[in-house]
């Protein structure tokens, strides 16, 4: 198995700094020992959310076979330039969903939470970007696939 103690990944929703965005952080796979589908495809993957006057910053453990089907699903709403990708995490970490409109821009929005099960969420929107920002995102989760590859067999 390769050496998966590189540098982490990161995948941008929005354009960061001081504006509105999701950050998902990939930091490492939870059990780097498994190489079963459902114990090695957790990822320790904290989110960072900043919408209006609000952020966030959830410990969460996403899989890589949730960001690969969003990364497939934002690549057919780029090419065909309308529908929606949504990030549903099994836990409920995030509920994130990128719609785009006919005249290319995207509304996104989503809900994260603090951890699985409990009440406190924050539920937030992201303006200001269009079909152009989507290449960059899908590039964005490429790279997490290459590093943490989806193990065994779904």
Partial sequence: MKDERMEHAEVLIGRGGSIDHV????LGRMHPGSTDFWDGNWLTSPIHVRAGGFTAKVDAGLRVDELRDFRAALERVYAEVRGAATLSSLEHWIEL??????????????????????????????DGLD???I??????????????????RE
């Fill in 135 to 152: 290449p960059a995102l899908v590039n964005a989760l490429v790279a997490v696939e290459k590093q943490f590859p989806v193990l065994g």
């Fill in 23 to 26: 950050l998902i952080r990939v």
């Fill in 131 to 133: 079909q152009t920002d």
């Fill in 97 to 126: 969903t990128v719609e785009c409109h006919p005249t290319g821009s995207l509304s996104i929005s989503g809900t994260v939470a603090d951890h699985p099960g409990m009440r406190n969420t924050l539920h937030f929107e992201i």
